[in-house]
Each structure stands twice: as C-alpha cells, then as structure tokens.
C-alpha cells in the first residue's frame, strides 16, 4: 500500500467525520451523536490493536478517525451554544487546549 495510502486514508476519514456529525448532531441530537460516534471509534481503536495486517490496521485506522473525529465538532458546538460570545473564550481554551493536550497524554 505504501506510506502515502496509510497517512492519506485516516486523515481522510479525519476531515469527513466533522461534516457528518455536524449534520448527524443538528438531526438528532449532542447525546447521541456522541454515541453513536464514539462506540464504533472504540471498537475501531481496538480493532487497530489487534489488527493482523497492515491493510487491517489501515482500515481500522479509517474507522476510527471517522467516528473520533465527529465529536471534536461537537464539543465545540455544544461550547458556542452554551456561553454567548464575550465568554466563549475561557471555555474553548480550557476544553479544547488544556483538556485535550495537556490531560490527553496523562490519560
């Protein structure tokens, strides 16, 4: 497959999960979009673990980020509609910088 098709495909499937779950989150909901999409992201990211070949984690890798990326844009929708615009900035840069950089690599 060859290194390009391995970095190209997950980074895909990273720039379309935000337009679906956008879409998905404004049909039926925060909640279960979130569901919806992290589930299969987990079972995906499990997948990768225990993939047997690399066309398997490639797939699988797809999948995941996918699922996990949809909620990155929910997070911040859920953010602008609860705090109006003059205190939008503490909560973004709270959730999104320290909660994803700085607790991610803790976790």
Sequence with gaps: ??????EVLPWTATSIGPVIGGFVSQTIGWRWTSWITLIPSLLATIGCALAPSIETLVFFRFMSGLG???????????IADVFPVSERGRPLFVGMWLGGRELGRDI
Excluded: P, Y
């Design 68 to 78: 996990g990326s949809a909620c990155q844009t929910i997070g911040g929708a859920i």
């Design 1 to 6: 497959m060859g290194l390009v098709g391995e």
